[in-house]
């Protein structure tokens, strides 16, 4: 016998409990993804050469900024910073060698900000620097709810499971290999996703939520160690070098960094480069471009799996998406290769942020992100260019030891040759086995999608975390005093949320961005000596003796290397040791021409110099515009 007062009752309990679900479920969650040593080298960025499909489908549902920096051009330093919302000279670190919360203040993170407001919050892959740089625990449990995960066959990273021309193994800088053969049978980016995949289906059964998890993938950074299927996606006569790969006349010595982790690799160690400008035989060059992109396309694929699989739950409606690469890579522009430097391509980074119901109108489940094979362009899995499935076996060995020994001009012929004999014997009877050749695959490349926001602004990566504390409806930072060590939350950064409003809503994809935009974006760079010497590219705090200040201008960019002190963090500005001026705004985008030492812009160098010491808070807009 059933009274309407129980049911009354049951009905004020559904009410009560529905309405504080429905409060929680409008919580955005944040999916944020963060990828090693990933330059702006994407289908999205205009690169018409790159697979990189799922990467550009987040695009043309996102805002994707142009004109994104990194503080530090190295992983520990810049992920710090921008976790932290701080500049290196407040997190005090430049290498990897100090807990901020130990060595400069106790900061709060932007995962440990989402923490404490009741998020759960995970980390897959490399998102902290792991290491002393997060005090050995990713920062467990300051920033997480559960402990950091890392791919157990991360610790392969250095061992000797690249096949080498004498069949042997080797610890090699261009590794595309055969998964199956790989320790434990995969990679750990592989696993990352994995892992990610199993966090995501626990959310749901469990109802965790709001949730922000953060995704840190490996590739594209060196080794070069991925499936080898994603050397088809680039043969090597679609390879071009930088149009500026030789060493700049006017770039003085200390703006130099000697790629010491690439020479330490057994196949580069082989080709004897001098040191420490090189450079790098060109048929060698090619290699590690090749490589650099296959690996860049094996991290899309890694990426569309994250997304579908966010989509797939039901997560695309209510999670912004962020996805940031560290820093950028010199892919042998001024003869340079890694990070380490303050040149324009070792700062700038692809950063896009999806956000729905602004950047786009979420569909029904499983019909946002839907997975897009990086390798759908190539007719049939051969794997390997030019030559046939039967034969691929044995491909790589006998590809490897022709590249060690020929030059790449050779190297084409002789293959053009043995691609032609094949194709007179199989000309009557197989068409299924097809090549990827420019001869044989008659589709072309599909256009990638230009859709989705583009801001031309100047934005810094310190920006993200009150971006999405503001996006997500939580606590925004406010701007840290000067001496911030003793304030633990606040931010040297600021809020993109307008910028990104006008944006969508003006529809303003170019042009300036008036009160809500930056002046300048700071990078910098310290280094142990002004030639470089076997510690130039990452210098122990200890060792640094100079620091390269670097502002980005929507003219140009201007660099200072001025004598610094380690001890109390600061730079000596009456000591330069070197000055570099760069303009972009004219025909000087690769940064070739230094012309800080023409008589002609001595006046503005006068003035850019007089910016750059007022430092980033004076080039914030103008709302911020305090002192
Ligand atoms: C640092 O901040 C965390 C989080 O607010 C707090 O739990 C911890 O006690 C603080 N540590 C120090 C040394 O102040
Ligand atoms: C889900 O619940 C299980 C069992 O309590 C727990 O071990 C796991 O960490 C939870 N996962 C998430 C993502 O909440
Ligand atoms: C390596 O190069 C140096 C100078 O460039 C030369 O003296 C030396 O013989 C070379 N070694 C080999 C093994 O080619
Ligand atoms: C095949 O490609 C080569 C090099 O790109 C070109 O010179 C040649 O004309 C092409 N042949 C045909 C039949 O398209
Ligand atoms: C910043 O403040 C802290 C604590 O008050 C102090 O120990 C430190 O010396 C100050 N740093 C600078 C550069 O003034
Ligand atoms: C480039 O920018 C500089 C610095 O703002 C300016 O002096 C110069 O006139 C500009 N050149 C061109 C071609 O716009």
């Known amino acids: 016998m059933t009274t309407p007062i129980p049911l009354a009752v049951l009905l004020i309990c559904l009410k009560i409990d529905s309405s504080s679900s429905s409060s929680t479920a409008e919580k955005k969650n944040i999916l944020f993804i ?29 805002i994707r900024f142009n004109n994104a920096y990194v503080q530090q051009a190295v992983c520990g330093p810049s992920r710090i910073s921008f ?102 049978g995969t990679l750990p980016d592989i696993q990352s996703t994995k892992h990610a995949q199993k966090l995501i289906k626990e959310i749901v059964h469990n109802k965790t939520k709001p949730f922000f998890l953060a995704v840190g993938y490996h590739k594209p950074h ?20 930088p149009a500026d790969d030789t060493l700049p006349p006017g770039l003085p010595s200390v703006a130099w960094n000697p790629w010491d982790d690439i020479r330490r690799r057994d196949d580069v160690q082989k080709l004897n480069v001098s040191y420490p400008y090189g450079p790098i035989p060109e048929y060698f060059q090619k290699l590690i471009i090749q490589s650099y992109y296959a690996a860049t396309s ?39 290769w890694s990070k380490f430097s303050n040149f324009e391509v070792a700062v700038r980074v692809p950063l896009m942020m999806y956000v729905p119901g602004l950047t786009s109108k979420p569909g029904p489940a499983g019909t946002n992100f839907p997975f897009k094979d990086p390798l759908r362009n190539l007719k049939a899995s051969t794997s390997f260019p030019f030559l046939g499935k039967k034969s691929a076996e044995n491909a790589y060995l006998r590809w490897e030891n022709s590249q060690l020994r020929t030059d790449a001009n050779h190297f084409m012929r002789q293959h053009e040759r043995k691609w032609r004999m094949m194709q007179a014997s199989q000309e009557n009877e197989d068409l299924t086995i097809r090549f990827n050749h420019p001869n044989i695959s008659s589709k072309k490349t599909t256009p990638v999608q230009t859709s989705g926001w583009i801001s031309d602004a100047l934005v810094e990566l310190v920006d993200m975390f009150p971006t999405y504390s503001e996006l997500a409806g939580l606590s925004v930072p406010g701007l840290c005093p000067r001496n911030s060590s003793r304030v633990d939350f606040c931010t040297e950064g600021v809020s993109l949320v307008k910028i990104l409003k006008e944006t969508v809503e003006l529809k ?103 910016k750059l010491h007022q430092g980033w808070r004076a080039a914030l807009p103008h709302k911020y515009n305090v002192n």
Request: glycine residues 6%; aromatic residues 12%.
């Open 83 to 184: 976790l932290t919302s701080r500049r290196p000279d407040t997190t005090h670190l430049y290498d990897f060698y100090s807990y901020w919360r130990l060595a400069a203040g106790n900061f709060t993170t932007l995962p440990q900000h989402f923490k404490e407001n009741g998020y759960f919050t995970a980390s897959v892959g490399k998102v902290f620097h792991p290491g002393r740089a997060s005090g050995f625990t990713d920062d467990y449990p300051y920033s997480w709810s559960i402990p950091a995960y890392h791919p157990p066959t991360e610790k392969y990273k250095m061992a000797k499971v690249c096949p080498g021309s004498d069949g042997k193994k080797h610890m090699n800088l261009i590794c595309p290999v055969d998964v199956s053969s790989m320790p434990k």
């Open 222 to 241: 060196i080794p070069f160690k991925y499936p080898k299927k994603f050397l088809d996606l680039y043969p090597l006569s679609k390879i071009k070098l």
């Open 34 to 62: 963060v990828i090693d040593d990933l330059r702006p080298t994407l289908g999205c960025y205009g690169n018409n050469l790159m697979s990189t499909p799922n990467i550009d489908q987040l695009a043309s549902k996102s």
């Open 508 to 610: 303003k994809k170019k042009g300036k961005f008036g009160e809500h935009g930056k002046l300048a974006a700071f990078s910098q760079y310290p280094r142990p000596s002004d030639t470089p010497q076997h510690n130039s590219d990452l210098p122990k705090l200890a060792d640094i003796k100079i620091m390269g200040y670097s502002m980005r201008t929507t003219d140009c960019r201007y660099t200072e290397w001025v004598s610094f002190n380690h001890r109390q963090f600061a730079p000596n500005w009456d000591e330069v040791h070197a000055r570099e001026l760069y303009f972009h705004n004219s025909s000087d985008g690769l940064e070739n021409h230094n012309q800080a030492y023409d008589k002609r812009y001595h006046g503005l160098v006068l003035k850019l110099s007089e």
């Open 298 to 336: 094996y991290m899309d694929e890694q990426v569309g799996h994250l997304l579908s699989a966010l989509d797939e739950n039901g997560f695309a409606q209510n999670t912004i998406v962020s996805f940031v690469g560290d820093h950028g890579w010199s892919l042998g522009e001024h003869q340079e």
